[in-house]
């Protein structure tokens, strides 16, 4: 197991209108993601300058059990369910190298 923290981020466009629905499922859905044993944690992200993209990161422990769930009948069952509300989108992965701490990373409400 690489001591390396594996990251997914998805660029996906929902088609106008159906953000909030989008928003929604995912978070009705997302435990599929957190629940699994590899996964360290995810974030939906609304892009800034266009409210028909939202960007979407989770952080794996290593890059085979990612894979491995990304096969698996539960991630396939996931992505049926956010399909409706898609336009297109796309998938980049990377690797952890440094993580560095933001000063208020550790202020209480944040």
Known sequence: MSDQ???VMLRMEIKPGMGEQFERVWTEVGNVI???PANLGQWLLKNAED???YHIMSDWV???LFREFETSD????HRTKLHPYRSGGSMTTAHVVVQ???AAAGVAGR
């Open 5 to 7: 923290v594996f990251r």
């Open 34 to 36: 957190t629940d699994h």
């Open 51 to 53: 409210e028909n993209v």
């Open 62 to 64: 290593d890059e085979p």
């Open 74 to 77: 539960q991630h396939l069952e």
């Open 100 to 102: 560095l701490q933001g």
